[in-house]
Structures are given as structure tokens and as C-alpha cells.
């Protein structure tokens, strides 16, 4: 599916791209087209995109042929997901926040793990959309970090 979502080709592109954009919430996907994760999310980018138009727009860009960012985003998963709004990196805490320390957003990070990005393949298309909604609603409040709608800490799945 991934050839049915918009690539950008270069460094410049992503930039553009980002900075373009002023009232939705950039999603780009940094990966490879070929890569079996790759192509499972890239199959719900697809379900999701005419959905969330209005307030997101995606983009897919493959990390060989643009390794701009790679070691500025620190792009070593096969699949990463990376949100943007105003020219801003919006960071998504997927889990480990308890709720006293969910009003604390703007000062606080407790230490729950890598919140620059999703480093999975989402397969379910409505999960995605949730998350899309609450980065793009903390976003517009001016927040640089937000709570996903789901915990997905391993902390007591063992």
C-alpha cells in the first residue's frame, strides 16, 4: 500500500513538508517499503488517510534514500512513526504515566521510555486514529508531549 501514500525523496522535501504545514499534524513514517513491519503499517496509513485529512496528513519517506535524519531522530527501527505540528516535534507518551502526573505534562518527564516515536507496526486502523486525535488536540493547546489513549507500557504483561 505504500505506493498509494505521497513520498518524499529528499531532505528538502521533509523539511517543506513540516514546515507547510500549518493547521494539521505532519505523520511521517521513516522505514522501508520492503520491510515487512513497513508494509503492515503502511497498510493502515492507507485505511486511515482519507479519515483523518482533515487533521493530519501523511507522508512515507524511505531512510536510504533520504539518511538526513537518520541520526537526528535516531531512525535504527525498521519502522518509525514521528508526529509534527507547526514546524514542532510533538512527542507521545504510549505509556508508564500515572494519572497524578498526567497534568504535569509541559514540566515533567518521568522517565517511561522513548517518547520521540512509535517504533511498531500499528495494525489496527481505529487505535491509530485515537492517537492521531490526541496529538493533534495536545498539539493545538500547545503541548509538546501527550498521553496516548492507550497504555502500551510492557510493565505488567509479563
Not at 90 to 98: A, E, K, S
Request: charged share 25%; proline share 4%; with cysteine.
Amino acid at each position: 500500500m505504500s505506493y498509494m501514500l505521497p513520498h518524499l525523496s529528499n531532505g528538502w522535501q521533509v523539511d517543506q513538508a513540516i514546515l507547510a504545514e500549518e493547521d494539521r499534524v505532519v505523520l511521517i513514517r521513516f522505514g522501508h517499503d520492503w520491510d515487512p513491519s513497513c508494509m503492515r503499517m503502511d497498510e493502515t496509513l492507507y485505511k486511515i488517510a482519507n479519515k483523518v485529512k482533515n487533521f493530519a496528513v501523511i507522508y512515507l519517506v524511505d531512510t536510504t534514500e533520504v539518511p538526513d535524519f537518520n541520526k537526528m531522530y535516531e531512525l535504527y527501527d525498521p519502522c518509525t512513526v514521528m508526529f509534527f505540528f507547526r514546524n514542532k516535534h510533538i512527542m507521545v507518551d504510549l505509556g508508564g504515566l500515572n494519572r497524578e502526573c498526567r497534568f504535569s505534562l509541559e514540566t515533567i518527564d518521568l522517565g517511561t521510555g522513548n517518547n520521540n516515536k512509535i517504533n511498531w507496526p500499528i495494525t489496527d486502523g481505529q487505535e491509530l486514529i485515537d492517537i492521531l486525535e490526541t496529538v493533534y488536540r495536545g498539539a493545538r493547546k500547545g503541548r509538546g508531549l501527550v498521553v496516548s489513549p492507550k497504555d502500551y507500557s510492557t510493565k505488567y504483561k509479563y
